[in-house]
């Protein structure tokens, strides 16, 4: 059992609600900075995952947790924290990724030849599949 949610900031009373009592039934309680590849792309700078045993008491746990910090929530999830029943309904919050940058084919349909320097580089790392220098 498991509950994901995003942080505005890292205030005083969230850390609070976070430390302030044991986090017994719940096995982990994480907060992340979503700094990195996420920075700029999803407007939250945190994101804190409860996760615990199904049981009755861990999900009366979440949710005191889930109430306690409400006022300092958005709401959204980016998709991986969604659960299988959650709906998309609103804008998604995961970042809109670059697409990644692929080597343009020639006429023949073959990769673009690498420079004598790169392959002298990489000549050393080719081998058939018994191991045997080609």
């Known amino acids: 059992m498991a509950r994901a949610e995003l ?3 890292l205030y005083d009373a969230v850390v609070e609600a976070l430390l302030g009592s044991p ?7 994480q907060v992340r900075h979503l700094g990195g590849q996420l920075d700029g792309r999803v407007a939250e700078p945190y994101s804190v995952y409860m996760f615990g045993r199904p ?9 005191e947790m889930r109430a306690a910090l409400t006022p ?3 709401g959204r999830k980016p998709y991986t924290f969604l659960a299988p029943a959650k709906p ?17 084919p020639t006429s023949s349909g073959l990769a673009v030849p690498r420079s004598p320097r790169t392959q002298a580089r990489f000549s050393p790392l080719r081998g058939s599949a018994d191991g045997e220098a080609v």
């Open 72 to 74: 300092y929530t958005t």
């Open 23 to 29: 986090i017994d039934p719940l096995m982990s309680v």
């Open 88 to 104: 998309t309904t609103s804008p998604p919050s995961w970042p809109q990724w670059p697409t990644p940058w692929r080597r343009p």
């Open 7 to 9: 942080l505005t900031r």
């Open 55 to 63: 049981s009755e008491e861990t999900a009366r746990r979440i949710e």
